[in-house]
């Protein structure tokens, strides 16, 4: 079994991702950590319970625990818009995949590939944040449902520059 356990952040960046990662490796089977504004991903194999022990005791509070095994995310345009605008990329760019595979639309495209940007920039590695984020801006065409394409070009712009995240409008 695989789960994404968010946890409150009490402080971490992800230029401390690295020596995060080592540290939790040598405690659990994890396979990758994320650090976003307010909230920490800790993707983890095993038994959620026991994990979250281990990690409420380096980051406090767990917000969500969400079953990963199969890599299934509740779908669609508006799913990713909450998601991403909680800052929840990973899960943003899995709730896309059904819909693009379907369609292979390249606003879809762009939208997932926006959503790994930031799982990039989550990470610390800002040169693929940046080539992520262009492809991105790059694919997006068209409006999709509430996902207005001129206002995520534009924050797209910003966000090159500022190396942060935006919300989407609705």
Same mark, same amino acid.
């Given at each position: 079994?695989?789960?994404?356990?968010?946890?409150?952040?009490?402080?971490?960046?992800?230029?401390? /991702?690295?020596? @995060? =990662?080592?540290?939790? /490796?040598?405690? $659990?089977?994890?396979?990758?950590?994320?650090? !976003? +504004?307010?909230?920490? #991903?800790?993707?983890?194999?095993?038994?959620?319970?026991?994990?979250?022990?281990?990690?409420?005791?380096?980051?406090?509070? +767990? &917000?969500?625990?969400?079953?990963?095994?199969?890599?299934?995310?509740?779908?669609?345009?508006? /799913?990713?818009?909450? @998601?991403?605008?909680?800052?929840?990329?990973?899960?943003?760019?899995?709730?896309?995949?059904?819909?693009?595979?379907?369609?292979?639309?390249? +606003?879809?495209?762009?939208?997932? @590939?926006?959503?790994?940007?930031?799982?990039?920039?989550?990470?610390?590695? $800002?040169?693929?944040?940046?080539? &992520? $984020?262009?492809?991105?801006?790059?694919?997006?065409?068209?409006?999709?449902?509430?996902?207005?394409?001129? #206002?995520?070009? +534009?924050?797209?712009?910003? !966000? =090159? =520059?500022?190396?942060?995240?935006?919300?989407?409008? &609705?």
């Amino acid at each position: 079994m695989r789960h994404l356990v968010i946890l409150e952040n009490p402080g971490y960046t992800p230029a401390q /991702r690295g020596e @995060l =990662l080592k540290m939790l /490796r040598a405690l $659990l089977p994890v396979l990758n950590v994320r650090i !976003a +504004t307010s909230h920490v #991903e800790v993707d983890v194999y095993g038994e959620p319970e026991s994990a979250k022990l281990v990690l409420e005791k380096f980051f406090g509070r +767990t &917000l969500d625990v969400v079953d990963i095994t199969f890599e299934n995310v509740e779908s669609g345009v508006d /799913r990713y818009v909450q @998601l991403f605008n909680q800052e929840r990329f990973w899960e943003a760019h899995n709730a896309l995949e059904t819909l693009w595979r379907s369609s292979r639309s390249p +606003t879809l495209q762009g939208l997932i @590939l926006l959503a790994a940007a930031y799982v990039k920039l989550q990470e610390g590695n $800002l040169d693929k944040f940046e080539t &992520l $984020l262009r492809e991105a801006v790059e694919l997006i065409r068209e409006d999709v449902g509430c996902v207005k394409s001129i #206002e995520i070009k +534009t924050a797209a712009a910003r !966000a =090159l =520059l500022e190396k942060k995240p935006f919300k989407i409008c &609705l």
